[in-house]
């Protein structure tokens, strides 16, 4: 075998193993997405299925009461109001923060951007955001980077911005909560110690010559003050005040009685389980029937329909930009 051979045996080598990394890591995630798809599904029958043998009736017949007793025409206009309040909000941080970051862009030309990525969030929250940072290097130019930067940022903050309203929750409601809710003080605690080192890695009051600040994906935290950070919370807080006085609402339109400050800390816990891609936003219901074990098939069938009710109406509402949409990409 000559050396020239030899190099390009290696090289196809080393290419084969670069591509058999990720696809191996995709295969694990698959694996694990499948395998907490199951245990949320598994759960919910268990319990479901519990409720229904105790009341004498079938799984069928025990969800089929559940939903006839729903008072549907007021929570069907609760959530369409609450889906336009959240849309209207959601579109004003996404303008606030990239023009933060990037250049002035109007909140009217971001509106279709917004409303449809919605679609693609159907299937996962964060792939939105990515199809977002595409769209604007598509019509306006701008380096997909930076705009990734920005997604990234809002991604960050949103943690946070739950995490302080779950913190919130706990001080007005902690005793009446379940006992694992005693450990959000302290992870609030770990998290604003994070926070304040993250501010000051990126402002380069510390390790001041490590590069990795320079990533270019890193761009909107470099130019992130702290304000930036408060104006993001004060932003994105009346969605989340608006969803208590909602779910509050809609809950008792279930039949379980709920109080505001119930669902204060609940919520923000919630909207995590949300986010993570499961079928049917599985996780979410089963947090649901977690944290009102006494209404289990009130609280599955709630959470079956307000969290996938929430998903597809706003992705109705980008199905009405679509068209704008596709102008802006394709000039059609």
């Excluded at 105790?54 to 089929?64: I, N």
């Excluded at 998290?191 to 270019?216: D, M, S």
Aim: positive net charge; proline residues 4%; charged residues 15%.
């Amino acid at each position: 075998m000559t050396e020239e051979t030899q190099n390009q045996l290696e090289a196809q080598a080393s290419t084969e193993n670069d591509v058999a990394k990720p696809r191996k890591s995709g295969i694990i995630g698959r694996v694990l997405f499948l395998a907490l798809t199951a245990l949320c599904f598994a759960y919910l029958y268990y319990r479901l299925n519990g409720a229904a043998m105790r009341e004498g009736l079938s799984l069928v017949d025990y969800m089929t009461q559940v939903f006839a007793t729903v008072n549907w025409i007021p929570w069907l206009l609760l959530m369409i109001c609450y889906s336009l309040f959240y849309f209207a909000i959601d579109t004003l941080v996404v303008t606030r923060a990239l023009n933060w970051f990037i250049e002035d862009i109007k909140y009217k030309d971001i509106l279709p951007i917004r409303a449809s990525a919605y679609i693609i969030s159907i299937f996962n929250e964060q792939i939105g955001k990515g199809a977002m940072a595409y769209y604007l290097n598509k019509r306006d130019k701008i380096p997909g980077w930076e705009v990734g930067s920005v997604m990234l940022f809002i991604m960050f903050c949103e943690i946070y911005y739950l995490l302080i309203w779950a913190t919130i929750g706990f001080i007005f409601g902690g005793s009446s909560l379940p006992e694992v809710f005693g450990l959000v003080p302290y992870i609030a605690m770990a998290a604003a110690v994070v926070l304040i080192l993250w501010i000051a890695y990126f402002q380069g009051l510390i390790l001041p010559n490590n590069k990795f600040r320079e990533r270019r994906v890193l761009h909107a935290f470099r130019m992130a003050k702290p304000w930036h950070y408060g104006a993001f919370f004060l932003l994105r807080s009346p969605a989340l005040i608006a969803a208590i006085i909602v779910y509050t609402t809609a809950l008792n339109l279930f039949g379980v009685e709920a109080s505001f400050l119930t669902l204060l800390p609940y919520l923000p816990i919630i909207f995590f389980a949300a986010a993570v891609p499961t079928p049917m936003r599985a996780a979410a219901i089963t947090f649901w029937v977690i944290l009102f074990p006494e209404n289990e098939g009130q609280m599955a069938a709630f959470g079956f329909v307000q969290h996938n009710f929430f998903i597809l109406f706003n992705a109705a509402i980008g199905l009405l930009f679509w068209r704008r949409a596709q102008r802006d990409l394709f000039g059609k």
